[in-house]
């Protein structure tokens, strides 16, 4: 039966492009828009502790603290995204676009309902939680406005989520990239006119990205819900069988809770990182985010990855759907080596973007951390590349392993040795190091052992047993 639904001639040359096209420039034309849109992403962290470095300490340690618990709350709406875009990816490459489209209208329901249950829980409960997570009075009094403001933004951030893994399971990153530098444009605007124009406290930092993120949603519904968009939404199309809402959140439940915990524990490291005081918990941020800069380009390649994967099966092309993954280790590990080399070179330079602080022990804890964790843009970027291969194939619960265990297995362990055998705030850089090192040569093993099964199996037995 020949599907009713037809691309437009741009769209079906961008997807025979995806499927037959030189793979290195597949790769490059996809992964460069998202590549500025991860330092988009990056940029608004940057930005946030940027305007808040002229407030005070006390407001910089919030924004770390409370920027890792948004990013665990994000985790709902970018797990349904990822899923449900590997899926609408597979049955696009094969050209089945009542199918893709059916997909599309369950993950974009999924994606609404469990992220605002999880935003509403997240305002409801607020200082408990940060109560629980150890964070102190200080840091509570000074940030609960942002907190409040940022869990809001996640449940905004989820639609675009979804919004924008639809656009990639198309293979359109271009409008993704626009998009979201108006996005960022309106942020920064906003914010050096709250905190430098008008004087005002951190809470406006996180409304400016409140903003921000409305008008991408507002973008978003509309080209959504277009009647000329392939994969449109229909409101009365979300009554689906129960079918294809449970083959997204199979693939979705190991990435959200991967995801989630992973993030959350970031926010146990940096309670954690309290121990050695309020300032050790700034430092670690600012080094993070520094170290952040390489890594916020590179590691996009996952998700450009994972939905070439999932449209190259959908065309039956095992081979090239590999061979897209070593691209994107090249391309990625190139690209975060590099901007390593140029943030290691530059570091004097670059701590006093992030804090104006001139007491020299603050500066050189800074540096000491950062001195270890730079290293993470390279060894982060390399299991990222290999989790979206996995993402790609539908073989989500090994992305769950790797996320868990990084933290609960190698991270948090370390650190609770160290602090317990007396070693200083260093150990907050060893912590990153090793546990993002064991945890790539473990994901490298993950890789080599589904490589040889591949050989020996083939992929259709794999994933009847997936």
Known sequence: MQDPIKLSKKEELRRRFILDGNIWKVMIQLSIPLAVYGLFNYLYGFFDLLMVSHIGDN?????????????????????????????????YGSNEMVEARKHANASFLIAVVFSFIAVALSMVFGRELLRLLNAS??????????????????????????????????????????????????????????????????????????????????????????????????????????????????ISIPVITGKFLFSMGKVLVNSMAAFYGTSAVAALGIATKI????????????????????????????????????????LAISIATTGMVITSI????????????????????????YMWERFSAITSTSIAIIAGMFIGFKFTKITFVINVTRLFLFRLPLLIILQNIGVGYIALGYIMFYSNLITMIMSVIFYMIFKYRLRTEGYHEMYLEN
């Open 346 to 369: 530059f570091i004097n330079q670059i701590i006093p973007i992030f804090t104006n602080s001139n007491d020299p022990v603050y500066i050189e804890m800074i540096k000491n951390i």
């Open 137 to 250: 009075d200080e840091m509570i009094n000074a940030g609960y406005s942002y907190y409040m403001i940022q869990m809001l933004t996640t449940g905004i951030m989820a639609i675009n989520s979804v919004y924008m893994g639809l656009e990639k399971a198309k293979g359109n990153t271009r409008l993704i990239l626009w998009l979201n530098l108006i996005a960022m444009i309106v942020k920064l605007i906003l914010s050096a006119l709250f905190v430098f124009g008008l004087g005002l406290g951190m809470m406006y930092v996180g409304l400016a990205t409140l903003i921000g993120q409305l008008i991408l949603m507002v973008v978003a519904l509309f080209v959504l819900f277009n009647r000329n968009n392939s994969l449109r939404l229909d409101l009365k199309h979300m009554k689906l069988p129960m079918r294809y809402f449970k083959a997204i959140l199979i």
């Open 291 to 330: 170290g952040g800069a390489a890594g916020s380009m590179a590691i996009v390649f996952e998700e450009s990855e994972a939905s070439v994967i999932s449209q190259n099966l959908g065309g039956k092309q095992l081979n090239r759907a590999m061979k897209s993954h070593r691209v994107s280790q090249i």
């Open 59 to 91: 407001e910089v340690a919030s924004v770390v603290f409370i920027d890792q618990i948004k990013l665990a709350m994000t985790a709902f709406g970018a797990g349904i995204a990822a899923g449900g875009s590997v899926i609408v990816a597979r049955y």
